[in-house]
Structures are given as structure tokens and as C-alpha cells.
């Protein structure tokens, strides 16, 4: 029984472009309490494959996080695979705003430790005693409250191409690493202010809202849906759209736009810019800011040393690889020396 993916990227993208049908960008995620999470994973994974279903999902005894690329014509039967799981009916389903054939190339259902990696080990800990989840009205009204403290919960990264205005924005990697800033930053306000949070889906405020509210604050939201589902309110209601910018996403597509505004830089020239890339280098692949005259300029590449690696033939490129493990810049995510113009 086929349990992985045979084709590779590259296979997969020519046959997508083949067949030229149309393709759902979506993501969700559940806590929930599962007994097996190799077996569930298993299940979804036979089941997905023949509905040629692709994306990255992470399975754990905590729950199911799932970001994928779903045939429109088999959203029904989607669908209803999801609601024939007792704590999947009636998910709440991210539907992305731009859709894109390639969005993901693979199937990959993984199993973690956790579906969101937290740091946490706190067995009083309970993830699914979470603050309360605000529509888009509701938290454009909380933004108006003298009293809210608005924070987000992505990494600086994600936050440079796009955010809502007035937010905190963190300076770190990972969503581990907020936890402690946030809780120290606010301690001395967990009663007298309002602890609104944001991400893209609404994953990791979850889990963030539950951390914080076991630490003692009384007043938790959370933008139900995150930034995805929030676009969505606003077009649909005709709401004061309060995001600035570009939502990043984790799949080939990288970002997808909320509003007009350009609030990021070109990390080689400076000139405004919000179209993160990969670096041509594959042994290199630092995630930055280029804008398309230093795309052709540097033949895609972040710096001198990676355009004269880019240049060599593969197989060359290949041997310069072997027995190196992937540079630290690539989990730096635009931090590298080499961008002038970096956040």
C-alpha cells in the first residue's frame, strides 16, 4: 500500500500544468486528543492521495495542522472525508484569498511532537482553554479600545511584508520565542488590558491565547481565522480594512496581498518591495526580499558568491554540496549578513 509520494516536484509540477484544473489553497488545524497519531496519519494519507489531494500536515497527540492544495471538483468529497471525523466536522477551513495550481507540489503528512512547536513543557499546561475568538467587526472594534494591545504572533519575517497597524510586532524566528517576550513585555498589565492576538490561520494564537491565560491574564482574544479569514469579512461585509500589506503563507506562493500598501524593502537595493524568494543556491536557499531588477541583476541569488555557485553546471554545484549540511542562513530567514537592506 503506497504510504509516501512517488513522483517528485518537478514531476508533479508538469503534470498540475497538464491537466490545467483548477486547484483550493486552504489550510486548518484541531487540537484534539489523538490515541495514535501514525495510524491517523496513515488513514488521511490513503485517503488524500486519491483525491489528489497535496500540502504539508502535521499530525500529533495534540491535534492535526494541515496547509494543502485541494481539485476544486473534489471539494465535496473533501469535505465530507472531514466531517466523517468526529473532531473534524465542521472545521473551520481557510480558504486562501489567491489560489495557485503549484501552491504545493507533494503530499507530506508528517507525524510531530507537537503540531506547533511551542518549547513548552508545562504539564498543567491545557491548550484547549483558549481566549475568546473575534470576528473581523468585533476586532476592529477592540482596535479602537484605548485598552487593547494588539500583538503579532508571526515572525519578523512575516511581519515586515504586512501587518495591522498599530501591532506589536516581535522581533524573533519562531513562535517559541515570542511566548517569553510578550508574557515579560505585558506582565505588568494582565488584568486592566486587553490581550489581543493575530497569525495567519489562527494556530498559533490558539495555543498562545490558552499559554496566556494560564499565566494569569484575564483578558484574551484572538482573531478568529487569523489574517486569512479576516480579508475575507472585510470584502465580503465591506469592513474598514485594517492590515497593511502582504499576508505571508508557507506554501510555493509565499505571499498573497490584503491591501495596497508596499510597507517592506528590497534587501540588496532598499526600493520598496514585498516578494520574498529563495536564493538560487540550493546550497544557500536563504528565504529574502528581492525586487525584480536585482532578480536579474543577481541571476536570483542573495549575494556575489551565491551567483558564481548558481553559474557552475549542476553536477558541480552537486559536488560543493556533498557531506555539508544546509547553511544557518537559511533558518535565519533574511537576517544574512550579505542584504544590505535587511529588517
Not at 510555493?252 to 532598499?270: F, K, L, P, Y
Request: proline letters at 2%; aromatic letters at 10%; charged letters at 30%.
Amino acid at each position: 500500500m503506497q504510504l509516501y509520494n512517488k513522483l517528485s516536484a518537478k514531476e508533479r509540477a508538469a503534470l498540475l500544468e497538464e491537466a490545467g484544473e483548477d486547484r483550493l489553497t486552504l489550510s486548518f488545524y484541531q487540537y484534539a486528543k489523538i490515541g495514535n497519531p501514525e495510524l491517523f496519519r496513515n488513514h488521511l494519507f490513503i485517503a488524500w492521495d486519491e483525491m489528489e489531494v497535496l500540502g504539508r500536515i502535521y499530525v500529533a497527540h495534540e491535534g492535526i495542522n494541515a496547509q494543502l492544495s485541494v481539485p476544486a471538483k473534489n471539494f465535496g468529497k473533501f469535505k465530507e472525508f472531514l466531517d466523517g471525523i468526529y473532531f473534524l466536522e465542521n472545521v473551520r477551513l481557510n480558504i486562501a484569498i489567491e489560489h495557485d495550481i503549484k501552491s504545493f507540489l507533494k503530499l507530506k503528512v508528517k507525524v510531530r511532537d507537537k503540531i506547533l512547536a511551542d518549547g513548552l513543557n508545562d504539564a498543567t499546561f491545557d491548550v484547549t482553554n483558549k481566549g475568546v475568538h473575534v470576528d473581523a467587526k468585533t476586532f476592529n472594534e477592540l482596535l479602537e479600545d484605548p485598552n487593547t494591545v494588539l500583538v503579532d504572533m508571526r515572525n519578523h519575517y512575516e511581519s515586515e511584508i504586512g501587518h495591522f497597524k498599530g501591532a506589536v510586532t516581535p522581533d524573533v524566528d519562531t513562535f517559541r520565542d515570542s511566548l517569553s517576550i510578550i508574557e515579560e513585555d505585558l506582565k505588568d498589565h494582565k488584568e486592566d488590558k486587553n490581550l489581543v492576538m493575530y497569525c495567519t490561520g489562527g494556530i498559533r494564537c490558539e495555543k498562545a491565547s490558552a499559554y496566556y491565560k494560564h499565566k494569569g491574564f484575564k483578558r484574551v482574544y484572538q482573531l478568529e481565522g487569523g489574517i486569512i479569514e479576516y480579508a475575507r469579512q472585510v470584502e465580503n461585509l465591506k469592513l474598514e480594512n485594517k492590515f497593511l500589506g502582504k499576508n505571508f503563507v508557507f506554501d510555493h506562493r509565499r505571499g498573497e496581498r490584503i491591501s495596497d500598501e508596499v510597507i517592506s524593502n528590497c534587501h540588496q537595493c532598499g526600493k520598496p518591495c514585498d516578494t520574498h524568494v529563495n536564493c538560487a543556491n540550493e546550497a544557500c536557499h536563504l528565504l529574502f526580499i528581492q525586487c525584480e531588477e536585482c532578480a536579474e541583476k543577481m541571476s536570483n541569488c542573495c549575494s556575489d558568491k551565491c551567483q558564481e555557485i548558481a553559474a557552475l553546471p549542476y553536477e558541480e554545484q552537486k559536488a560543493l554540496r556533498k557531506g555539508k549540511g544546509n547553511s544557518n542562513k537559511i533558518f535565519k530567514k533574511g537576517r544574512s549578513e550579505v542584504l544590505i537592506y535587511k529588517r
